[in-house]
């Protein structure tokens, strides 16, 4: 459930959030970009060396992310979104990583019920962070289900 809080934080909250800061797409835009050019270079640069120190690597990863989702409650300056997103870029594809190829891993023989019962929790936390924030309706909630994901992942994954 951590890593749906996280991952729908991600795509729907973080960029509402952004784009209030921003007040236009073509920062918005900018900043996806560099995002992602730090994440790539990050992926390629902390693939080979998750296969050596897995454990740590995983809980180190989700514990800075959890940390990030929390500095992010506090950003309302353009540049401050920069420095956190850029940061982040650099986290995310070793949490992302981490979790992909541990979870393929311990799949084992019955594989496809373990894929089915890890993407039902995944919607689960989904649905959950959702229908919050169609109660109470603040983006920011969404960032502390991210970073209660994030903590719930340090904690819970063996």
Request: glycine share 8%.
């Given at each position: 459930?951590?890593?749906?809080f996280?991952?729908?934080?991600?795509?729907?909250?973080?960029?509402?959030?952004?784009?209030?800061?921003?007040?236009?797409?073509?920062?918005?835009?900018?900043?996806?970009?560099?995002?992602?050019?730090?994440?790539?270079?990050?992926?390629?640069?902390?693939?080979?060396?998750?296969?050596?120190?897995?454990?740590?690597?995983?809980?180190?990863?989700?514990?800075?992310?959890?940390?990030?989702?929390?500095?992010?409650?506090?950003?309302?300056?353009?540049?401050?979104?920069?420095?956190?997103?850029?940061?982040?870029?650099?986290?995310?594809?070793?949490?992302?990583?981490?979790?992909?190829?541990?979870?393929?891993?311990?799949?084992?023989?019955?594989?496809m019920?373990y894929?089915?019962?890890?993407?039902?929790?995944?919607?689960?936390?989904?649905?959950?962070?959702?229908?919050?924030?169609?109660?109470?309706?603040?983006?920011?909630?969404?960032?502390?289900?991210?970073?209660?994901?994030?903590?719930?992942?340090?904690?819970?994954?063996?």
């Open positions: 459930m951590g890593y749906g996280y991952a729908r934080a991600l795509g729907v909250f973080w960029p509402l959030i952004l784009f209030s800061i921003f007040g236009n797409y073509v920062e918005l835009g900018f900043i996806t970009t560099l995002l992602l050019i730090v994440s790539l270079a990050a992926t390629i640069m902390f693939g080979s060396f998750f296969d050596k120190k897995r454990k740590n690597f995983i809980k180190g990863s989700f514990f800075v992310a959890g940390i990030l989702w929390v500095v992010r409650l506090l950003v309302a300056l353009p540049l401050v979104a920069y420095v956190v997103d850029s940061l982040y870029g650099l986290v995310r594809p070793s949490a992302e990583i981490s979790v992909d190829a541990t979870t393929y891993s311990n799949a084992g023989k019955n594989a019920e894929i089915i019962y890890r993407e039902t929790v995944i919607h689960t936390g989904i649905i959950i962070c959702m229908l919050t924030v169609i109660v109470f309706p603040i983006p920011q909630i969404g960032l502390i289900f991210a970073a209660i994901g994030s903590f719930l992942l340090v904690f819970l994954l063996k």
